[in-house]
């Protein structure tokens, strides 16, 4: 079984920044990839970025050019550094990680909110 926890939400002024953190525990953690989501209210859920075990990254064309993935394969850690927020950006934001087995795991969630 794989955890995700996922930390650094809250709520930000346009144009600030938040870093979020993800952490992959338990004792079947071979992680093949790790990435965020995120869910706006009344939208469907939405990939934001990806990135690989080997830090091969994809990002939504929204968040292109103002957030930043990055992994620790050691410490089993997923970061998303993201500037430049907008209001746009504002939604529920979600870690997974598929494992080498190709399963998917998922955080519970963390708020990201930008006020204008």
């Known amino acids: 079984q794989v955890q995700l926890v996922e930390s650094g939400g809250g709520l930000v002024q346009t144009g600030g920044s938040l870093r979020l ?11 093949a990839g790790m990435g965020w989501y ?3 209210p009344g939208k469907q859920r939405e990939l ?3 990135i690989t075990n080997s830090a091969s990254t994809n990002y939504a064309d929204s968040v292109k050019g103002r957030f930043t993935i990055s992994i620790d394969n050691a410490r089993k ?3 998303l550094q993201m500037d430049s927020l ?3 950006d504002t939604a529920v934001y979600y870690c997974s990680s598929v494992m080498l087995n190709g399963i998917r ?5 963390t708020q ?3 006020s204008s």
């Open 48 to 50: 934001v970025a990806t």
């Open 105 to 109: 795991y998922w955080g519970q969630g």
């Open 112 to 114: 990201v909110s930008v």
């Open 21 to 31: 953190s993800c952490v992959a525990s338990g004792s079947e953690v071979r992680i």
């Open 77 to 79: 850690v997923v970061y």
């Open 38 to 40: 995120r869910q706006a």
């Open 86 to 88: 907008i209001s746009e």
